[in-house]
Nanobody, 126 residues
Framework: QVQLVESGGGLVQAGDSLRLSCTTSGRTFSIAAMGWFRQAPGKERNIVAAISWSGKRLYYANSVKGRFTISRDNAKNTVYLQMNSLKPEDTAVYYC???????????????????WGQGTQVTVSS
């Protein structure tokens, strides 16, 4: 089992920055990749960024590429999402997720990530 806890969300103005953190515990050695997802009210949960546990493979959604950066510190069992130049359309609940199968980073599908955190709210005002 893998346990995930997100933190770092909050209320910011457009153009501001936030850094989300996701601490992992349990069988972290089984994690092939970590992903950040977001879900706005009435919308599907979609991948924002993902990183292989080695850090050698990265994925970014087109909507955040150039603004968001995913990184990890395996020694701390922590994955980060640095969010810069935030826009109101970035407002959502952000979730971190762990892929223990090996297909999540490549597919970006919610169904390929088996462990999820509780989510942290990010609200960006105009």
């Amino acid at each position: 089992q893998v346990q995930l806890v997100e933190s770092g969300g909050g209320l910011v103005q457009a153009g501001d920055s936030l850094r989300l953190s996701c601490t992992t515990s349990g069988r972290t050695f089984s994690i092939a990749a970590m992903g950040w997802f977001r879900q706005a009210p009435g919308k599907e949960r979609n991948i924002v960024a993902a990183i292989s546990w080695s850090g050698k493979r990265l994925y970014y959604a087109n909507s955040v590429k150039g603004r968001f950066t995913i990184s990890r510190d395996n020694a701390k069992n922590t994955v980060y999402l640095q969010m810069n130049s935030l826009k109101p359309e970035d407002t959502a609940v952000y979730y971190c997720a762990a892929d223990t199968v090996g297909y999540g980073l490549g597919s970006g599908r919610v169904s390929d990530f088996g462990s999820w955190g509780q989510g942290t709210q990010v609200t960006v005002s105009s």
